[in-house]
């Protein structure tokens, strides 16, 4: 739905063993409005997916051992120099480095020739191979595909003959990133995503010696998914999986790790969105803090762990069980005639929600249903009438221009909310890239002047965004058209908001999904 918002997707895990209660279920489950993507019925419950705050208190020690034996898949990637120095520094450890590029440099000691294909990124990785060689402990570098059982049993062998000792760790960070729209994958293109993290994954946990450790960082997009990361995306969802597979079926110590983004690090070098995804809820995470964290998450001994994502965004929030957040909480919210008392046989009525389960119903009278421009009720507006407010905080300033008028009904329509302030991120209210594609042809069409993408993301609020546009306009005719244009749409929006106003009836909001993950 990221990359087709016009689809309606859900995934839903059924026992295979309950045909008649499966076909109702997936009835309920296409009635509904419920906005859970992916949904698993077990035992008689409905449970979704649902990110809580982690504790960190210090449960155990560190996992490593000193002088123990650790292979890092993707070693002289970004993220595996980082851990690989730490290993070295703080545990004398000897390392073997996994990549599939070969470095004969590093044992030939010469540097590669300047015209070579990828020369800039072997020089770099030698360079940072020396410093890596200059730290307490040993370390080496295997060039081997981690999908390769052969070529990783003949790198452990290799392991024991130099070190006499077996893995005592495996640290999987081998992962491909490509940007692609999912209609655009190929089976080979999707499955070479795919591959490291699943395949690598499968083969490389069978080297560890028993009891021993495994560790593997995934994405929050496995959680989240991405845009134009759809391959990226399905395959971070295996580790998190996997790593609890092993912790219960193979007696691996296991831990999965996902990240947001390490800032300047690894697949997030040269990274051009950074304030748009820091306002979509992502942080950028400097590498000492995600060493940090790394060390936190194994004292605490959190099987998994989703790092670097700010709750309170948009995007995020509504994947997160807060106290607002009440399984089976309905509320009925209505409107009566001056001097109508509240009905006692409305409080003995027996609700059930929309998935048929007895639910407590609070009942709320108000003196008007809050709708939004488009005539629809204003949930927002209703949770924060029961003191839950939804919307984001902060300031907001009422566009103040005729163009900032244009340009917030543009963002009003696009992000279905009622009313923005001229300060406010596109990001930071719930828009994401597709909806800016949206509003850029919007903008174009009813301003008639030309804006590129990349215009729009240096300008993401409606202060900055008109001030550019009245600069560039000032060159060219007014926008007295598309002023009028944008006034008969009002002018039409205000109609169909009275035609609406007035119905009142109970309407209902259920407050969340019965269950956790
Ligand atoms: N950097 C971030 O911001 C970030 C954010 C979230 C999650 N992560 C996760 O953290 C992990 C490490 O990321 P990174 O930024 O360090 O990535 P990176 O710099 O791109 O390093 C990944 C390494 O994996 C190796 N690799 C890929 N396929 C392999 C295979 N089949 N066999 C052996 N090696 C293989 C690549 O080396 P060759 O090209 O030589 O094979 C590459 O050096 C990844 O799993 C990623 O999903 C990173």
Redesign the pocket.
């Known amino acids: 739905p990221l990359e087709m918002p016009w689809l309606d997707c859900r995934h839903l895990d059924l026992p295979p063993d309950e045909k008649e209660a499966n076909a109702e279920r997936i009835i309920r489950e296409f009635r509904a409005v419920s906005k859970d993507r992916e949904v698993a019925y077990r035992d008689g419950h409905r449970m979704v997916s649902v990110l809580e705050k982690a504790a960190f208190s210090e449960k155990q020690d560190l996992p490593f051992v000193r002088n123990g034996v650790y292979l890092i898949?993707?070693g002289?990637?970004?993220?595996?120099i980082e851990i690989a120095k730490y290993l070295l520094m703080h545990h004398a450890a000897r390392l073997i480095l996994?990549?599939?590029?070969p470095l004969p440099e590093i044992s030939h000691n010469a540097e590669p020739e300047a015209d070579a294909p990828d020369a800039e990124k072997i020089t770099a990785r030698i360079r940072a191979f020396r410093e890596l060689e200059q730290l307490d402990g040993e370390v080496v570098y295997e060039a081997?595909?981690?999908?390769d059982s052969e070529q990783m049993l003949e790198v452990c062998r290799g392991a024991e003959n130099r070190w006499e000792s077996g893995l005592d760790g495996v640290i999987h960070?081998?992962?491909?990133?490509r940007t692609r729209l999912l209609n655009e994958e190929t089976p080979d293109s999707f499955s070479e995503s795919l591959?490291?993290k699943i395949l690598?994954a499968c083969v490389l946990h069978q080297l560890v010696r028993e009891n021993g450790l495994f560790i593997s960082?995934?994405?929050v997009n496995g959680f989240l998914g991405g845009l134009s990361a759809g391959a990226y995306s399905a395959a971070?969802t295996f580790p998190d999986a996997f790593s609890h597979y092993l912790r219960h079926e193979r007696s691996l110590q296991s831990h999965c790790f996902s990240?947001?983004?390490?800032d300047e690090?690894?697949?997030?070098q040269d990274y051009l969105m950074k304030e748009q995804s820091r306002d979509q809820g992502y942080f950028m995470i400097d590498p000492r803090k995600g060493i940090a964290a790394l060390l936190a998450g194994l004292h605490a001994d959190h099987p998994r762990l989703l790092i670097g994502l700010d709750a309170a965004k948009p995007f995020v929030r509504p994947r997160v069980r807060t106290g607002a957040y009440l399984p089976q909480q309905l509320s009925a919210y209505f409107t009566a005639s001056e001097g109508t008392s509240f009905p006692e046989t409305l409080q003995m009525t027996e609700m059930r929600d929309r998935f048929g389960t007895l639910s407590h119903c609070e009942f709320v009278r108000i003196p008007e249903m809050p709708l939004t421009a488009s005539g629809e009720v204003d949930t927002a507006e209703l949770l924060g009438m029961a003191g839950q407010s939804a919307q984001a905080s902060g300031e907001k300033i009422a566009p103040r221009t005729g163009l900032e008028r244009i340009i917030a009904g543009i963002w009003q329509e696009v992000l279905g909310i009622e009313s923005v302030g001229v300060h406010n991120s596109f990001f930071e209210l719930g828009g994401q890239s597709i909806l800016l594609v949206q509003v850029h042809s919007k903008v174009q069409q009813t301003l008639g002047q030309d804006l590129s993408m990349v215009e729009l993301l240096r300008y993401p609020t409606i202060s900055s965004l008109a001030g550019y546009l009245g600069q560039k306009e000032k060159q060219k005719p007014s926008y007295q058209g598309a002023q009028e244009r944008a006034e008969k749409q009002k002018q039409i929006r205000q109609k169909r908001m009275q035609q609406k106003r007035g119905r009142g009836h109970p309407r209902f909001r259920n407050q969340g999904p019965e269950c956790k993950n």
């Open positions: 898949s993707g002289l990637g970004g993220i595996g996994v990549g599939r590029t081997a595909d981690i999908c960070l081998a992962g491909i990133f591959r490291p690598g960082f995934g994405s971070n990240w947001s983004m390490w690090v690894g697949m997030s």
